[in-house]
C-alpha cells in the first residue's frame, strides 16, 4: 500500500505545487509522469510479490477515495491554471495542460477504474463522478456490462483488432462503447426512465462544460474539453494495449470460450503498476473483477501474454502504428497459435 500511496498521489502534489508557485515547478508533475516512471521502471527491474491469497487491504479503498476527490478538486483548479487568471506563462500553461493531461489519463483513470468495481454504493458514485469530468460517463456502464462480458470477441468495441492502428481504434471503442453501454442500460431500465444513468452522463458532462466557461469562459469550456480528450484518449490506448489482437475462440456451441488469462496483456513493472493501481495486472482483474487491486497477481509468462515493455512505454510506441505492429507481431503470434484449452477445441472468432 506504500507504493501506492506514494506514487499516485505524489503528481498531485507536484502539479500542485506548480500552480501554486510557478518557475521550474510546473515542470516536475510532467517529469515525472513522463520520464520518473518509465526510468525507475527500468534502472530498478524489481517486480512486485503477489499478495498472499485472502489477504485484505483496509486502507485500499481509502485511497482511491483520496485519489479520487482529489481528481474532482485538482481539474477544475487545472482549468483555472492553463485557461483562467493565474498569470503563467504561456510555456508553463502548456506544460501543466500535458502534467495534468497525463496525471488525469494514467492515475485518475486507474482509480475510477477501481471505484465502479467496488461495491460500496458511495465508492462507485465517485469514481462514475471522476469519469463524468472527463466526459466519459458512459465507460461507468459500458466497462462494466460490455467489456467484461465481450472482452476479445467481435461484441467489444474496447478489444483491439490485429493489424488495427490506434488511431482507428480510438473513435470505434470511443462511439462503440457509448453506443453498447446505451443499450446494455437501456435493457435494464426499459421501465425505469429516469433511473437511466445516460441521463447523469450527459447532463453531468454538459454541467462540467458549463463550469469550464464559469470558471474562464470560452477559453475554460476548451481546455475543460481539450483535458478531458487527452485523458480519455489515454484511458483508450491502455485498453488498446492491454487487449491488442487477442481472441476468445469459438467453441462448438457458437459461444465464445470463457474469459481467461490468455485474453489480457500483462507487464510486470513495479512503478507504473504503482501509479496505476496495479491495471497492468489486467489478466487477474478479469478473472478477478471485485478483486481489490493490491491483490491483483501476476500469471507467468506461460499461462498468459506479458508486453515487451512497462504499460505506458508500450502506449508511447503505440502511436506509431508500423513500429507497434513490428515489435508485437511475434508476441502476438505465440498466443494465437495457442491451442483451445482442452475439451474446449473451437475455431478463431472471426472480425468483421
Known sequence: MALFAVAATTPFVLLGLGVWAGGGWVWLGLVYMAVLTAVLDRLIPWVAPD????????????????????????????????????????????????????????????????????????????????????????????????????????????????????????????????????????????????????????????????LGYALAGWAGLAVWLLLAAYSTAQLMLSDYVQHYGLTRRLLPDGRPEPVGPRHSWNAPQWFSSGVMLNAPRHSDHHAHPSRPYPALRLPDRDEAPWLPHSLPVCGAIALLPRRWRRMMRPHLAHWQETTAPSGQAGVPIKRA
Open 51 to 210: 499478495a498472499p491469497e485472502g489477504a485484505e487491504f483496509p486502507a485500499a479503498d481509502l485511497l482511491l477515495a483520496l485519489i479520487g476527490a482529489a481528481h474532482l478538486l485538482a481539474f477544475p483548479l487545472a482549468v483555472w491554471a492553463i485557461a483562467g487568471g493565474s498569470d503563467l506563462p504561456i510555456w508553463a500553461r502548456i506544460v501543466l495542460f500535458l502534467g495534468f493531461g497525463q496525471m488525469f489519463g494514467q492515475v485518475s483513470n486507474p482509480a475510477a477504474h477501481e471505484l465502479i468495481h467496488r461495491g460500496n454504493r458511495g465508492l462507485f458514485r465517485l469514481g462514475m463522478a471522476v469519469y463524468v469530468t472527463l466526459l466519459n460517463g458512459h465507460h461507468t456502464s459500458a466497462h462494466r456490462l460490455v467489456h467484461h462480458r465481450h472482452v476479445a470477441t467481435a461484441g467489444d468495441p474496447n478489444s483491439a483488432r490485429n493489424g488495427e492502428s490506434f488511431y482507428h481504434f480510438l473513435p470505434r471503442a470511443y462511439f462503440g462503447s457509448f453506443r453498447a453501454g446505451l443499450r446494455a442500460e437501456n435493457t435494464r431500465h426499459k421501465h425505469t426512465f429516469f433511473r437511466h444513468p445516460y441521463i447523469l452522463y450527459v447532463t453531468g458532462g454538459l454541467g462540467c462544460l458549463g
